[in-house]
Every structure is written in structure tokens, then in C-alpha cells.
């Protein structure tokens, strides 16, 4: 049974190299697998029998003509080399007081993740991302490092401008091999990009370049999982009152400040974010990658459960 942690238990817990196996661990305790007996998965290579292989994959036609024991390996038996893309601008670091921020909720499951995929020994990188590359940290396996990922991920601060497009250009820069390609962020364009754009033709724009640097990631026959994470805070707007709303991530002229009754202001908003949502999952589903909507109140169990049901399923090993 899996072992949900509440918001108390993970902020007492700051070692985010322990929390990461903590969280992949009870997640995996939750997930039920079905025993693959080699007919249900592609088959990809062969490789010379060894002891304590699977005698059940032993290709004996091959035997028959070359006298040497091969045994079969499926898709899912491969090493596949991973690349996790964090963005780290200012919209991240947002969450209510008490809470885990949109950061550190991605930074949790990004660490879980590659937990699960280093304790198999398949390379794991590591791209952290906001107006520009802050740091990248090329694939490699093993458990030491987990701990150069950890360290970089608890470093990092949430802050500046956003420019996610430019982030998974660099990555399909780097993942030169057939990779897993997992990117972390709330998807929210800079309000510098606005400019004088009216809201509507912004997110189409925006929408347009995710979904064609997506989409060139799905040509060089990546897999691409998209998570996108938001507070509920931005989801349904229940402030009550005259209140200050400040732009967290200011441009060259300062932050854009705004005071107004959200309750005026209510309905137009949550009519802008349907359109920006809309318009994100059509273009994640026409760039064919797997996306995933969720709220900071949740478990981070929960999560990477549902995150571990869908394609990555194919890639983590109990």
C-alpha cells in the first residue's frame, strides 16, 4: 500500500536526495503490474545469454543456427537515456503560504523520477531552464548520481522570465539518441511577451512554438512527457476584497501591479484560463505528447502514480 505524505511531512523533510526515495518508493508500492512474458512488447535486440537471464527468452532459432545461446530483449529492457526539463522562472516559485510551491512540487517529482530510473541504471540528465539555460547536467547512471541531481535541483532558485520554447530547443540540441524527455512547468508565457498582443493571440502564438519544438522532439522519435503545474490559487481565483496583484515576473520596467475586487474580475478570468488550457492540451495532443494537468494540493504519490500509469510505465522496472 502506498504511503501518502502530507504537506507537514515533506517540508520537515529537507533531504530532497532521501525524499526522492521515499516518494518513488511508496508510489511504486501503488502501482500494479502486469508480468510481461515478452508477446505484449516490442522486441528490440538480442544479446548473448548470461547467467540468470530469463530462460523463457532464449532464441532458439538461433541456437539452431549458430550454436550460441541469445536471448531476446523487449523495448522495455533497453537502456533508454532520460533528460528531465525543469523550468525554473520567477511563475514557478509561486504557492500560498504553507504550501509547496509549483517548484518544489516539480523539483519532488523530478527527483523521484530519476531515482526510479537511476536504482534500474538507465542515464539520467538534467536541464534547468528559465529565460535562458541555468544548468545542465548530461546523462550518466549510478547512484552517486542521484546526488549531483538532488544537489543541482536544490540549488536552484525560481526566478526571471520564462522562455520554454528556447528550453526544449536546447534539448533536442542534446538528446541526440531516442531519449525520454519528461519537462516540469505551469506553461505560463512571460507577461513581457505580451506587449501590445491582445491576451487571446498571445497564447495562440505561445501555444503555436510549444507545439512545433514538441513536435520536433516527437520527430527525432523521443518520447515526450509534459507536466504542466499549477496552484489552485491560479486555477479559481478565491480572493475575496480590494487586493494587490503584482507580476512575478517583472520586466525591464518593473513589475505590472494591479488592484482590483476578484470578484469583478472573476468570471472574465477563469473564461481567459479555459481558452489558455484549451488551447495548451490541443496543441500538446497535435504535437503527440502525453500531458498531464495538475494541482500543487495534491499528493506528489498520487502524482507520479499517474505520471507511472502512462507511457513511462514502459520504462521503470519494478
Not at 550454436?67 to 537515456?81: G, I, M, N, P
Not at 541504471?121 to 539555460?133: H, I, K, M, R, V
Not at 520554454?164 to 541526440?176: K, M, Q
Request: contains cysteine.
Amino acid at each position: 500500500m502506498s504511503i501518502l505524505l502530507d504537506l507537514p511531512t515533506l517540508l520537515r523533510l529537507q533531504n530532497l536526495q532521501l525524499l526522492s526515495r521515499v516518494i518513488a518508493e511508496g508510489a511504486l508500492s501503488g502501482l500494479h503490474r502486469s508480468a510481461h512474458h515478452g508477446s505484449s512488447v516490442e522486441f528490440a535486440e538480442h544479446k548473448e545469454y548470461a547467467p540468470g537471464d530469463d530462460l523463457r527468452h532464449i532464441d532458439w532459432r538461433a541456437y539452431g543456427r549458430i550454436d550460441k545461446y541469445y536471448v531476446k530483449r523487449f523495448e522495455e529492457e533497453t537502456e533508454l537515456r532520460g533528460y528531465i526539463l525543469l523550468d525554473v522562472s520567477g511563475s514557478m516559485s509561486y504557492g500560498r503560504a504553507g504550501q509547496l510551491s509549483k517548484l518544489h512540487f516539480a523539483k519532488l517529482l523530478a527527483a523521484a523520477i530519476s531515482y526510479l530510473r537511476l536504482r534500474q541504471n538507465d542515464p539520467t540528465g538534467l536541464l534547468l531552464f528559465g529565460e535562458a539555460l541555468r544548468q545542465y547536467i548530461p546523462p550518466h547512471s549510478g547512484g552517486a548520481h542521484l546526488s549531483d541531481l538532488c544537489s543541482a535541483l536544490e540549488r536552484v532558485p525560481g526566478e526571471g522570465l520564462t522562455n520554454l520554447p528556447d528550453g526544449i530547443a536546447y534539448l533536442s540540441e542534446v538528446a541526440r539518441r531516442r531519449s525520454l524527455c519528461i519537462v516540469f512547468s505551469d506553461l505560463l508565457p512571460s507577461s513581457e511577451q505580451a506587449s501590445d498582443v491582445p491576451a487571446g493571440e498571445l497564447v495562440e502564438r505561445y501555444a503555436s512554438r510549444l507545439r512545433a519544438r514538441l513536435a520536433g522532439l516527437r520527430a527525432q522519435k523521443h518520447d515526450v512527457i509534459v507536466v504542466q503545474i499549477l496552484d489552485a490559487d491560479e486555477l479559481e481565483l478565491p480572493f475575496s476584497g480590494l487586493t494587490w496583484f503584482e507580476d512575478i515576473e517583472p520586466g525591464p520596467d518593473g513589475p505590472a501591479r494591479l488592484f482590483v475586487d476578484p470578484g469583478d474580475v472573476r468570471a472574465a478570468y477563469k473564461a481567459e484560463l479555459d481558452h489558455f488550457l484549451a488551447a495548451m492540451r490541443r496543441g500538446l495532443r497535435e504535437a503527440d505528447v502525453e500531458y498531464h494537468l495538475v494541482q500543487t494540493s495534491r499528493s506528489i504519490e498520487s502524482v507520479l502514480l499517474d505520471i507511472l500509469r502512462g507511457p513511462l510505465r514502459r520504462h521503470i522496472r519494478k
